[in-house]
């Protein structure tokens, strides 16, 4: 069974800086697109960043330019660099892939991690 472990949450005061990193594990393929999502208290969960397996990125408008997603294919490993945070970055987030089980596979699999607490004090 594939998994996803986030760890590096924590609390930080507004300006800031965290460091994400979500690892797959289990027996897989390969794993292609992997991202980062939050959901804050009564808000709905919106993505943040996205990194294909070939490290085209894609972000969310209020996070561009201070936070920055990157990869290590080897190592199944995604990392979520967030600088300049701010109050309203306060959420849970929770590292997402998109895996083959086997090379013949039609189709991906989604996973999803367990997700960690960011919490930024103003």
């Known amino acids: 069974q594939v998994q996803l472990a986030e760890s590096g949450g924590g609390l930080v005061q507004a300006g800031g800086s965290l460091r994400l990193s979500c690892a797959a594990s289990?027996?897989?393929?390969?794993?292609?697109?992997m991202g980062w999502y939050r959901q804050a208290p009564g808000k709905q969960r919106e993505l943040v960043a996205i990194?294909?397996?070939?490290?085209?990125?894609n972000y969310l408008d209020s996070v561009k330019g201070r936070f920055a997603i990157s990869r290590d294919n080897a190592k199944k490993t995604v990392y979520l660099q967030m600088n300049s945070l701010k109050p309203d970055d306060t959420a849970v987030y929770s590292c997402?892939?998109?895996?083959?089980?086997?090379?013949?596979?039609?189709?991906?699999?989604?996973?999803w991690g367990q997700g960690t607490l960011v919490t930024v004090s103003s």
């Open positions: 289990g027996s897989m393929f390969s794993i292609n697109d």
């Open positions: 990194i294909t397996r070939g490290g085209i990125t």
């Open positions: 997402n892939g998109h895996y083959k089980p086997t090379w013949y596979s039609q189709r991906e699999l989604e996973v």
